[in-house]
């Protein structure tokens, strides 16, 4: 069974996982030019990235209220991976990247990246990656 503080990080990293692959997956409705993010010629990639972290999302959920019909979805593990793999990158490209972002733009990513990141310490700082018993 998971510890009620491994519930709470499940809840949180699956809600942050769902209401990010859902507005990677509205880029197409014109949200990139609304929050002042980098302009792009094709949305494909980012609605598919909108998919990918939506199913993540989905499978945290399941890890979480699916354990008593016996189904399994993401375990802890396997969200600190991409948590902090995302997160790394994003800062990379915040830091790095030359990114010429308005203040809004910047304000969302760097807010993104700090609650994914902080995410995925809170989970390693619960040793949440850690099978219970």
């Known amino acids: 069974m998971v510890k009620a503080k491994h519930r709470v990080l499940l809840a949180i990293d699956a809600f942050v996982n769902l209401l ?21 010629d094709t949305y494909f990639y980012a609605t598919i990235l909108g998919g990918v972290i939506f199913g993540i999302g989905i499978a945290l959920c399941m890890e979480l209220w699916g354990a008593r019909q016996g189904v399994r979805g993401l375990g802890l593990g396997g969200a600190i991976a991409i948590n902090v793999c995302g997160a790394g990158v994003l800062l990379i490209w915040l830091l790095l990247g030359g990114l010429d972002l308005p203040l809004r733009g910047q304000i969302i990513l760097w807010g993104v990246a700090v609650v994914v990141l902080g995410i995925g ?13």
């Open 121 to 133: 310490i809170a989970e390693i700082a619960a040793r949440s990656w850690k099978c219970q018993e």
């Open 20 to 40: 990010l692959g859902v507005l990677l997956l509205s880029f197409p409705a014109g949200l990139p030019e609304l929050l002042g993010l980098p302009p792009t």
